[in-house]
């Protein structure tokens, strides 16, 4: 099964993401994380990208199409979840031919809906494990020992550069002028499934769960 993860900064993509590997054993493919492994390695595309992400505006459709097809090859028993991707049409367009080009389809997209309030206080308060990329929150999910993450241990723990209110504003507006679109796009392909991404974080996973079993 391959699905879509779609939702704006903060709606809490990757938190769902993570739980769908460890529980189903797919594959979660993050632009993000990939965007942010180039910068930290250091290659020349990397650093093109690094002032676009800081301030919260969308890299090219053609190196994110470029880092998708290269992953696609690697194939997944479980299935892909795309968190952050495709986050424009022409993107999405990409992403249909593809999975076709594999001999595989698309079989859900779950929009999470997140109000803007909340998005904020989620982003403000973020955290990752510097060793693992385990996602914590300073209010709503803590590390069960204070500085020790609860997968690996790590002790270092990392804010992202664009996690800020001014950066958050570029990517909403980026999420409603370029994404928002991707809505009525795969309703019209009968592929859409719309939960609420308020509450607890297991609450959320019940809808995702449901929302892939529908
Ligand atoms: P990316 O890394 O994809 O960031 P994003 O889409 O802005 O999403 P986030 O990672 O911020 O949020 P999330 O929904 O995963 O939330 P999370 O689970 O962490 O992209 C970053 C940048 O890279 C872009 O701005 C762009 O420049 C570039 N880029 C990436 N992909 C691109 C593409 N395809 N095209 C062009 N450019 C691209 O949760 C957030 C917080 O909330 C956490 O602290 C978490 O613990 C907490 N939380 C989660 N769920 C809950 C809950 N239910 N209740 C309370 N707190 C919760």
């Known amino acids: 099964m391959n699905i879509i ?22 594959v979660q493919l993050s632009t993000g994380d990939m965007l942010r492994a180039a910068r930290t390695s250091g290659t020349e595309m990397g650093k093109q990208v690094a002032a676009v992400m800081d301030a ?15 992953q696609l090859d690697t194939g997944a028993k479980g299935g892909f979840i795309f968190d952050g991707f495709p986050r424009t049409l022409a993107q999405a367009d990409a992403l249909g031919e593809l999975l076709i080009s594999k001999g595989q389809t698309l ?19 973020r955290s990752t494990c510097g060793n693992c990329g385990a996602v914590y929150h300073d209010v709503t999910k803590k590390p069960a020992k204070d500085g020790v993450c609860d997968v690996c241990e790590g002790t270092e723990f990392k804010r992202r550069a664009d996690d800020n209110e001014e950066s958050l504003k570029v990517r909403l507006m ?4 370029d994404t928002s679109p991707l809505i009525g796009y795969y309703y019209a392909k009968n592929l859409l499934k719309r939960i609420d991404g308020l ?16």
């Open 199 to 214: 509450g607890e974080i297991e609450e959320v996973a019940g809808r995702v769960s449901g929302a892939l079993e529908a």
């Open 174 to 177: 980026a999420y409603y002028r």
């Open 107 to 125: 079989d859900h997209v779950v929009e999470m809906k997140v109000d803007d309030d909340a998005l904020v206080a989620r982003i403000v308060g």
């Open 56 to 70: 919260g505006n969308l890299v090219t459709d053609e190196i994110v199409i470029g880092l998708i097809a290269e």
């Open 5 to 26: 993860l779609l939702g704006p900064p903060g709606a809490g993509k990757g938190t769902q993401a993570h739980r769908l590997v460890a529980e189903r054993g797919m």
